[in-house]
């Protein structure tokens, strides 16, 4: 009983580890391209997020993307940005709009971020759903290691698309029905 119990604490400090590790080694690739390069989804889709911003951008929604997507995106943008820019840099709301102004890719940058943040909670979802099927934790580890390192998971998670959350909807709804 103690030792089962013991081996279920290492195993789920195991996947926390992997997914902090799956986090930061992805962090690091998150600038490629910038601000030269943006995938066509990325802008259709910062133009989705952004128009929930339309007293402010000007911009007319249209109706491309999900209701949720663009909003959560930008939810999360603001919060990361009030993190790293008001709490960590100690700028004020001029600076940050002039500072966004002047570089509109970190507008892109941050919704990276959040792309990222979102996979990472979809792999978590995939781990939770291997588990509630009693899958052998090995199996479990080594499916959670290939799905982490695929070229799925790495066009999603380096892109700020609707894609992200399409798959962390994906998986909660497997998860919870």
Same mark, same amino acid.
Do not use: Q
């Given at each position: 009983m103690i030792e089962d119990r013991f081996k279920n604490i290492i195993f789920k400090f &195991? @996947? =926390?580890l992997f997914l902090i590790y799956f986090f930061l080694i992805n962090f690091n690739k998150l600038s490629f391209g910038l601000p030269f390069f943006l995938d066509a989804d990325e802008s259709a889709f910062m133009k989705s997020t952004l128009s929930y911003l339309s007293y402010i951008t000007g911009i007319k929604p249209d109706l491309i993307d999900p209701i949720y997507a663009p909003i =959560?995106? /930008? /939810?999360l943008i603001l919060k990361f940005v009030f993190l790293n820019e008001v709490i960590i840099n100690s700028l004020? &709301? $001029?600076q940050i709009k002039s500072k966004f102004y002047f570089n509109p890719e970190l507008f892109v940058y941050y919704g990276r @971020?959040? $792309?990222l943040t979102i996979t990472t909670i979809s792999i978590y979802f995939l781990f939770l759903i291997l588990r509630k /099927?009693? @899958?052998n934790i090995y199996l479990i580890s080594l499916s959670l290691f290939i799905f982490s390192n695929s070229l799925v998971t790495l066009s999603i998670s380096h892109v700020n698309g609707k894609n992200s959350f399409y798959l962390l909807i994906f998986l909660m709804q497997i998860y919870f029905f």
């Open positions: &195991f @996947i =926390f =959560f995106n /930008l /939810l004020d &709301f $001029s @971020i959040v $792309s /099927l009693k @899958i």
